[in-house]
């Protein structure tokens, strides 16, 4: 288990397929971070647990995009789960559902 971002406010800690994140994913502690997935993240599927991320705005869905896009084109699927609702407002606003599969209902 690995964990990364503690000092910018946020954490990433990887877990045998499951990405969790915590804290406040905002463009102060997200500036100069690379939007690539980690290295030790291997597929073929992927959970990203957003249950204890306390704020995001729009800097941290466009890292998480970018983790995305990443993350594909690596052959790896990501699935969201318990996405902050603020979250999932953002991906209706900007017409991103498609891009970022969200699961609902685990909240």
Aim: charged residues 20%; hydrophobic residues 45%; negative net charge.
């Amino acid at each position: 288990m690995k964990t990364f971002g503690a000092e910018r406010g946020w954490t990433l800690r990887l877990e045998p397929g499951v990405i969790r994140l915590k804290g406040s994913l905002l463009r102060a502690g997200l500036d100069g971070q690379p939007g690539d997935l980690p290295a030790d993240v291997v597929g073929p599927a992927v959970d990203v647990h957003l249950g204890q991320v306390e704020r995001i705005d729009t800097a941290g869905l466009a890292w998480l995009a970018a983790i995305q896009a990443d993350a594909e084109a690596k052959g790896i699927r990501l699935r969201y789960t318990h996405a902050p609702q603020a979250m999932r407002q953002m991906l209706a606003v900007y017409g991103l559902e498609g891009l970022m599969p969200v699961e609902t209902g685990l909240d």
